[in-house]
């Protein structure tokens, strides 16, 4: 997703969609694409899984999240920290 300098680890910021899973949170990671034929951006969005240590991060929160080495079959990135959490109605 995001390219930085060599030999440091890629960070991206995303909204946590789910926290049901134990020490684990889904994050949606956005970015804007321009389409080829029509030159129009488009929202494209992935869904990455993120080790969440203490439980903290909770659904609507937006997290900075780093990349790791894989920690199980789909999970290879982990919480940095939280930015903002979510409000509550």
Known sequence: ???N???KPNQ???VVVS?????TIAVKVSRMVKH???GKYIRRSTVFKAHDEQ???KAGDKVL???????SKTKSWKLSQVIEKAKVL
Do not use: C, F, H, Q
């Open 5 to 7: 300098e060599r030999g």
């Open 55 to 57: 439980n903290s991060a």
């Open 36 to 38: 080829k034929r029509y």
């Open 1 to 3: 997703m995001a390219t």
């Open 65 to 71: 999240i780093t990349e790791s080495r894989p920690l």
């Open 19 to 23: 926290d049901k899973m134990d020490k």
């Open 12 to 14: 991206v910021t995303g």
